[in-house]
């Protein structure tokens, strides 16, 4: 065969790709490129020979009488050539050796158990075990990790940046960039948001920091993803590693002793396993033929050394305890069981997780950084961090002692530095920055400088121009620039109190019971350029000045909400008119405002014989008052200090009416607000839907499938955390609105429909994006909510099942398992697919993830010559529950295929009819014949159904022996006419084949 199918379209063929409806997916998709190609300057003959050579391709590609089998081996035995021709001649002694082997797939480049592989069939013995240096060179040099596409498209930002990381980014000055990256991810993203502040120019840098910025936030969105790009970082420096090998030998020819240990040092301090690095850089060394040092260390040189966390190597002959490196101790106490072990083990026989040394010690340094810049509140954070991560360590002790120094010596300076700089007091902070850094030489902070420094100066330049104006508008209008630059500035007030502002006036406050707040409204005075509003509110008097009360805001408008307020409470409010800190006589109220909350979020839910009544939380100085009213008479019968009253008692079916009132003690006197009227009638509420599923369609539609008999329309609710709302609970459909939202739903398709069981009921909805959504199915009547069975919606916990095979007499299930599943549950009918999760009448298997994980499959004891129908489902563990996803249904076709032959007659006459028979038989006595679709064609037989034409239809039917069918033969039919029989529905091909008998023809003409 000069051409072999599966290499042009480049099929796997070992094990080969079976699967038609894949193998016509390939054949479509490289027929498009074939076309696009085909006038190729190059390659375009090619490609037009290919495209006419398409037939031949699905003839043998597809169909019964296809040839895969054959061009399956000769693609291997072509792909395989030169690696078997090595094989054979090193294995001419009747076994190859794993070190063989090992040299072999170096010097090919190929994995080491194809060699292996080869080797075994044919006939050659394979003597010994051998590390897998390829897999170990492509994961560690080749392959990048995943989501590596992502961290990649930054690179030019970075570069354009002078950084290698983002870590190099984000460090703030002056911090180490290792304790930086150890500090933790919520230190990280919070350092994100900070960054991208300083980055507030319209140039190149700036936009460049802010793309980068943003790309920030998603790396640290989460651990998953800080532990992705740490991991895309690692295999980085490794390869940037590996490549100066490449170069060092390259130049010298070989990997000296000298070279060997320090490019392990570096990879050790990358990996943090030395052990590790070694492996890393023999496999590269074996994978690129460099020639290299591979001395083992004796015991006593081993007892010589020993190896820090950070991956430094330390000479300890001169008795030496700390690493010369980072100065953490070479023999560490477990703080859990007090065993000692060596800095770089990872975890200690108690179980006591040892990265969590790295963890306290690059908080420590983080402290003594915010001790040094006299941040002593995040000091005192990240000591009690460390503390957490690893109690009692002696580094965070000392740091502790530093840190109480620091504080006593600089007293509550710091704390008036920060309310100075906050309150754009610019002056006092430059004056108490200058003292500070007096007590503390080491003490800077760039941002602060560089903000206050430039506020003076600004500030400066106004007064002087304020100073040279004429005009009283202009020297009111750069005072007033001056002021809001720096608040403190001398001879900006002095030159201000010439021009004070106007008193505001017609002052208006109304207590607005429904949105809880008092709403202040005035007139301004005379002057309204550069003016401010300062609204004073004091409890009990009225405001004597400026400063006498609660300041409650500055604003440039003539109105105010005041939402902060208590209810029943006695508030006066005063409002003066500023100017650069020049305060005008104020206008002020003369009555107490007093404001009464009414009750809001009233909900009616109807029960049995009873009434649920329910509101939102009440004011700690208030009570509610529940009064019914009937015959347009008013009869209070409770009142409660909780967010909610039942009134049992009734009569179903009857409507009753309330009012719902909040009461207050104001000034001793008991004062009602106007209350919320509200209606229910009582009723015997249906029963909650118990039977509820959710599954995943196409794209971003899901069916829902539910069974409910009783009274009520059922409608779906969701929410993406689990709701707190109990199986069979009452509640008003409005409260339950304010906890999950109503789907938005379709009705099912005719075809989903037909699909449905007796009682059961449908509807499909959309749910775009990753995020799980849980979905409840409540039955409402009368306004009341009956919370029902409660599903999920998303498409990554639901298992995808890529294969089943039999293996050895089981069954292995082949899957992709979705994130945070902890086992799996496989249900299997051998006449259809298992309705749900708790069908009795499919056989159960649960299979923990650690058991999937031993044998990369979900393994079933059982293979009978059977078609299986699979179920299978993801449980997950969470809130202390099991849930479990929707069921991925695949069908294991494992019973034997109906072999149906038949055979071609024609029964010809001169005068009368004449006709052909088709008689069908099979292997088995009784036989189910499918439908059968009888296609003609001239010169000769139909190869496919699309290329012929319609000759004669028979349907399907129990055959007991055999079935003969006549066919009448039309009076014009063409010379040279063939037939041939095709399944109707190619369905009917995965459980039966249908071929001629021998010895007949398919021609009849």
């Given at each position: 065969m000069a051409d072999n199918w599966y290499l042009i379209l480049e099929l796997e063929f070992d094990p080969p790709i079976e699967d038609e409806r894949i193998i016509e997916e390939r054949i479509e998709k490289k027929r498009k490129e074939w076309t696009k190609d085909s006038q190729h300057f190059v390659k375009g003959a090619m490609y037009r020979q290919l495209l006419d050579a398409l037939p031949q391709i699905k003839a043998d590609m597809l169909g019964e009488n296809n040839i895969r089998k054959q061009l399956a081996e000769e693609a291997e035995r072509r792909a395989y050539a030169p690696i078997d021709k090595l094989v054979k001649m090193i294995g001419r002694k009747g076994y190859i050796t794993a070190e063989e082997g090992s040299k072999i797939s170096s010097q090919k480049k190929l994995d080491i158990n194809l060699v292996k592989k080869r080797a075994e069939k044919f006939g050659i013995e394979w003597r010994g075990t051998v590390t897998n240096y390829k897999a170990i060179y492509d994961k560690h040099y080749v392959n990048p990790p995943h989501s590596s596409a992502a961290y990649s498209q930054i690179e030019p930002l970075l570069e354009a940046l002078k950084k290698e990381t983002v870590y190099e980014f984000l460090c703030p000055e002056g911090q180490d960039l290792k304790d930086f990256i150890n500090s933790g991810r919520e230190n990280i993203a919070d350092r994100v948001e900070s960054k991208r502040k300083e980055f507030k120019k319209n140039d190149a840098v700036s936009g460049t920091g802010k793309k980068l910025c943003g790309a920030c936030k998603a790396f640290f969105k989460d651990d998953k993803s800080k532990e992705?790009?740490?991991?895309?970082?690692?295999?980085?420096?490794?390869?940037?590693i590996l490549d100066e090998v490449k170069e060092a030998a390259n130049v010298s020819g070989r990997l000296y002793e000298e070279n060997w240990n320090d490019f392990i040092g570096k990879l050790t301090y990358v990996t943090k396993n030395r052990e590790l690095?070694?492996?890393?850089?023999?496999?590269?060394?074996?994978?690129?033929?460099?020639?290299?040092?591979?001395?083992?260390?004796?015991?006593?040189?081993?007892?010589?050394?020993?190896?820090?966390?950070?991956?430094?190597?330390?000479?300890?002959?001169?008795?030496?305890?700390?690493?010369?490196?980072?100065?953490?101790?070479?023999?560490?106490?477990?703080?859990?069981?007090?065993?000692?072990?060596?800095?770089?083990?990872?975890?200690?026989?108690?179980?006591?997780?040892?990265?969590?040394?790295?963890?306290?010690?690059?908080?420590?340094?983080?402290?003594?950084?915010?001790?040094?810049?006299?941040?002593?509140?995040?000091?005192?954070?990240?000591?009690?961090?460390?503390?957490?991560?690893?109690?009692?360590?002696?580094k965070t002790a000392g740091v502790r002692k530093l840190l109480a120094s620091a504080q006593q010596r600089a007293g509550d300076e710091v704390s008036k530095l920060h309310t100075a700089f906050q309150k754009k007091r610019y002056c006092e902070t430059q004056r108490r920055y200058t003292g500070l850094q007096k007590l503390f030489p080491g003490f800077k902070e760039l941002e602060m400088e560089r903000t206050f420094s430039e506020a003076i100066a600004k500030a400066e330049s106004f007064y002087q121009q304020a100073q040279s104006a004429k005009k009283e508008k202009e020297i009111i209008e750069f005072c007033t620039k001056a002021y809001e630059t720096c608040k403190d500035l001398v001879g900006v007030r002095e030159l201000m109190e010439q021009y004070p502002p106007k008193a505001p006036q017609d002052l208006k406050v109304r207590a607005d019971g429904n949105t809880r707040a008092n709403i202040l409204i005035w007139n301004a005075g005379e002057e309204k350029e550069s003016v401010y509003y300062s609204i004073v509110r004091k409890k009990d008097a009225m405001p004597l000045n400026a400063f006498d009360g609660e300041v409650l805001g500055r604003v440039s408008m003539c109105s105010f909400n005041d939402r902060n307020i208590v209810p029943g409470d006695n508030y006066y409010y005063a409002i003066f008119a500023e100017r650069a800190g020049i305060y005008s006589q104020p206008i002020q109220t003369e009555q107490p405002i007093v404001n009464l909350f009414e009750i809001i979020g009233v909900a009616v839910a109807a029960g049995d014989c009873s009434l649920q009544i329910s509101w939102e939380s009440l004011p700690e100085n208030a009570e509610a008052e529940i009064i019914q009213i009937e015959d347009g008479h008013e009869k209070k019968i409770a009142t409660s200090h909780s967010n909610g009253y039942l009134i049992s008692g009734l009569q179903n079916d009857r409507k009753y009416s309330y009012r719902i009132a909040v009461a207050y003690m104001v000034n001793g006197v008991r004062r009602l607000t106007k209350g919320v009227m509200v209606t229910g009638v009582p009723t015997c509420p249906p029963q909650p839907v118990d039977i509820f599923r959710v599954y995943p369609d196409q794209n971003d539609r899901f069916l829902a499938i539910w069974s409910h008999s009783g009274e009520g329309e059922v409608r779906l609710y969701a929410a993406t955390t689990k709701p707190a709302c109990s199986y069979g609970e009452i509640l008003s459909t409005a409260a339950l609105e304010k906890k999950m939202t109503p789907l938005q739903c379709q009705p099912l398709r005719q075809e989903e429909k037909q699909k449905l069981r007796t009682n059961e009921s449908g509807v499909s909805f959309k749910h775009g994006g990753a995020q799980l959504l849980y979905v409840a199915a409540v039955v409402v009547k009368a306004g009341s909510a009956i919370f029902g069975a409660v599903a999920r919606a998303t498409k990554d916990d639901a298992v995808t099942v890529k294969d089943i095979r039999p293996v050895n007499g089981t069954i292995h299930i082949f899957i992709d398992p979705p994130k945070e599943a902890s086992g799996f549950v496989v249900l299997y009918r051998f006449d259809q697919y298992p309705t749900e999760i708790g069908d009795l009448e499919a056989k159960r298997k649960y299979v923990p993830l650690k058991q999937y994980k031993n044998d990369n499959a979900i393994v079933l004891d059982t293979l009978e010559q059977k078609d299986y129908y699979f179920s299978v489902f993801a449980e997950f563990k969470r809130d202390g529950e099991k849930d479990y996803s929707a069921g991925s249904d695949y069908l294991f076709r494992n019973k034997a295929k109906e072999q149906i032959t038949y055979s071609v007659s024609v029964a010809k006459k001169r005068f009368g009819e004449s006709s052909v028979f088709l008689e069908f038989e099979s292997e088995n006595e009784n036989f189910l014949l499918p439908d059968i679709t009888i296609m003609s064609a001239v010169g000769n037989a139909p190869m496919f159904k699309s290329s012929a034409k319609l000759f004669y239809e028979i349907e399907s039917q129990p055959v007991q022996g055999s079935l003969q069918v006549r066919i009448p033969l039309p009076k014009n039919m063409a010379k040279n006419t063939y037939i041939k029989a095709f399944f109707k529905e190619e369905s009917a091909q995965a459980a039966n084949q249908l071929r001629l008998k021998v010895k007949s023809s398919y021609k009849i003409s």
């Open positions: 992705e790009y740490d991991q895309y970082v690692a295999w980085k420096q490794k390869k940037k690095s070694k492996e890393i850089l023999t496999a590269f060394c074996e994978v690129e033929n460099i020639l290299y040092h591979s001395e083992e260390e004796s015991p006593q040189q081993k007892k010589k050394y020993k190896e820090c966390r950070c991956g430094y190597i330390n000479d300890i002959s001169d008795g030496r305890t700390v690493c010369q490196n980072c100065g953490l101790e070479l023999i560490i106490r477990c703080p859990k069981c007090g065993a000692e072990n060596d800095a770089n083990i990872k975890v200690c026989k108690c179980g006591f997780p040892f990265e969590n040394i790295d963890k306290a010690f690059a908080r420590c340094n983080l402290a003594e950084h915010a001790v040094n810049t006299l941040d002593f509140d995040t000091a005192r954070t990240y000591l009690e961090d460390a503390d957490r991560y690893w109690p009692g360590n002696n």
